[in-house]
């Protein structure tokens, strides 16, 4: 394409603290509609905000986490602006002195490889209540739940390119958040959500006018968003027209975008630091007790499962979460390079596969790391092909048994005796004479039918490797 797209991203992640960011009231999500709103998440007069302590530190762990700057000394701000489910008619936010300053999140990009994408910062805010429409006839009903429910809002560069990789990164943010146990991560439930701010521009042209996409809260939503606001914006560019700076909706239904209202900008919020908050001073002896409680992160899990010959893209996949990373941990251990790509395919292909089958977290895996070792080197040593290895995994997930067990049972040994399956190979040759005559002829389709006639009159178990080569002996190429 003749344009190129700028993607930054501003996630929200809900922070996993009991209570709220300024006042005692609990954020356990479901609650009847204004149950859990207390006075000073209303900002009644004489109410005053105090910091809970558990949310920041739930922060200093993230920006650790990112290799980011920790800022000793940061400020709270009041955002001024009206909607009818923020109750103070302001949000307690951070502007000019967050607490979190840079930092970086390494993705598998699909077109350009491994790349760092920059944050520019992370700073702690309250969250708004909730606009009810669906319920109320010609009205909206308010709930007010969720008003000061800490948030974590990370703000990247706009350093991503294609829908693709924004979704990356979100997926990668996503994990980094769970594992360190910051957020649950739950999107439906509202816990992570990402605006995405998308514009286009021709090659080496200053940048575009950006629209920021609200509140998405699925993967396969925000891939979509994307997609079709760039496509929107290179086709008004194309046609003469101008792109407004706004805030705009993504409707799911119809996979489209549109405008909500034009696009603030900072000076429109009239910040000031609130003089109910003092300055947040953080220690050192903070930030170390801190940094000694992080468990190992994702990138040192991708590091050392690329260093057991998994490629950047296998290794990524494989920390996903904290608890595919153990379980894969515990199935790669003990077994040599040659073996560990092939395992890792088993844990990301049947086994996610049946995982999602069955809507099972991996940690509730009917195959064990042990079980899906053993099928593996069964698989390498000959002793089944990849194919019946297949049946014995969906028998060991039904409780059927070890691999071991199954294959003998149901005698599903590969056939790698040459002169048995050299009996098999003839009777398909004198059975598919046409077949035969195509391959000789020249075309290679014919061998691969031919291949598959063998595998079938095996039931699978002859060994692919010998049916290639004992095949291509006996038919050899005449012409």
Known sequence: MNWEIVIGLETH???????????????????????????IDLALPGSLPVLNKGAVERAIRFGLAI??????????ARKNYFYPDLPKGYQISQYEIPIVHGGKIPIVSPTRGEIDIQLTRAHLEEDAGKSLHEDFQGMTGIDLNRAGTPLLEIVSEPDMSSAEEAVAYARTLHSLVRW??????????????????????RPGAPLGTRREIKNLNSFRFLQQAIEYEVKWQIETLE????????????????????????????HDYRYFPDPDLLPLEISEEWIARVRAGLPALPKDKREEFIGLGLTPYQASQLVISKETAN????????????????????ITGPLSAKLNEENLEIDG?????????????????????????????DAIWAGEGSADEIIERKGLKQISDSGEIGKIVDAVISANAQQVSDYRGGKEKAFQSLVGQVMKASKGKANPAQVNEILKEKLGRQG
């Open 13 to 39: 992640a809900q922070l996993s603290t009991q209570s709220k960011i300024f006042s005692p009231a609990p954020t356990a999500f479901g609650a009847e509609p204004n149950t859990q709103a207390s006075v």
């Open 67 to 76: 290799g980011a700057t920790i800022n000793r000394r940061s400020i709270f």
């Open 180 to 201: 360190i146990g910051i957020c649950d991560g739950n999107m439906q439930e509202g816990s992570f959500r990402c605006d995405a701010n998308v514009s286009v521009r």
């Open 239 to 266: 046609d003469g027209g101008k792109i407004q700076q706004a805030t705009v909706l993504f409707d799911p239904d119809s996979g489209e975008t549109r405008m909500m209202r034009t696009k603030e900008d900072a």
């Open 327 to 346: 379980f894969s941990s515990a199935t790669l251990m003990g077994v040599g390079t040659a073996a560990t790509p092939q395992l890792a395919n088993w």
């Open 365 to 393: 895996s009917k195959v064990s790391p042990e079980q899906l070792r053993a099928l593996a080197l069964r698989i390498s040593d000959g002793t089944i092909s990849g194919k019946i290895a297949r049946d014995v995994f």
